[in-house]
């Protein structure tokens, strides 16, 4: 069964940081790149960030760029996002979401979302 | 990166077809043939309806169909059933390894 299974949210105070870390299985984790895709309450998906199947690059929206990292460690199927310098509108659910397209296809539509993982910034 | 535009609701009754546009500019939409539409019910994950414009995943009913004119991609669903209620998106390649999404569409089944 092809699955992501998100972990790490919580609620922390502005300024702060979090790791959030995504366990997949049921596919070939390795030849796949994986986004983060977030919805914050009530609002609609908002893309954060993408890495390559084989970790090489990685891509970020402006509004998180400089201040969330994404890594993956294939030999584990896990992927991860650390936040820092977390602000109030970092509020979301936190999807993981793996490419339909095929190791460095990208665009191809987002396939398989876990459950995902809410994060609260507040004081 | 600015969003898609989507209207923000459209309604019909069962067995009526309604589209759902998004509207993008010629540096995401009108570029590429790499649009994608999710559909997504309260409280649950987004699921892909739609990928490349047109193209359906194996689980999707045929109801549903994609096409896309310049800078404007849409949806359309047909013989709208009670369970097609739900919030829609649609999503673009953008360029620079990129995604936007656009501000998602409310379908309401009369």
């Known amino acids: 069964q092809v699955q992501l299974v998100e972990s790490g949210g919580g609620v922390v105070q502005p300024g702060g940081s979090l790791r959030l870390s995504c366990a997949a299985s049921g596919f070939t984790f390795s030849s796949y790149g994986i986004h983060w895709v977030r919805q914050a309450p009530g609002k609609g998906l908002e893309w954060v960030a993408l890495?390559?199947?084989?970790?090489?690059?990685?891509y970020f929206a402006d509004s998180v760029k400089g201040r969330f990292t994404i890594s993956r460690d294939n030999s584990k199927n896990t992927l991860y996002l650390q936040m820092n310098s977390l602000r109030a509108e970092d509020t979301a659910v936190y999807y993981c979401?793996?490419?339909?397209?095929?190791?460095?296809?990208?665009?191809?539509?987002?396939?398989?979302w876990g459950q995902g993982t809410t994060v609260t910034v507040s004081s | 990166q600015s969003a898609l535009t989507q209207p923000a609701s459209v309604s019909g009754s069962p067995g009526q077809s309604i589209t759902i546009s998004c509207t993008g500019t010629s540096s995401d939409v009108g570029s590429y043939n790499l649009v994608s539409w999710y559909q997504q019910h309260p409280g649950k994950a987004p699921k892909l309806m739609i990928y490349e414009v047109n193209k359906r995943p194996s689980e999707v009913s045929n109801r549903f169909s994609g096409s896309k004119s310049g800078n404007t991609a849409s949806l359309t669903i047909s013989g709208l059933q009670a369970e097609d209620e739900a919030d829609y998106y649609c999503c673009s390649y953008a360029g620079s390894t990129n995604l936007v999404f656009g501000g998602g569409t409310k379908l309401t089944v009369l």
């Open positions: 890495i390559r199947f084989d970790g090489s690059n990685k």
């Open positions: 979401a793996k490419e339909n397209g095929w190791e460095g296809d990208i665009g191809y539509g987002i396939n398989v």
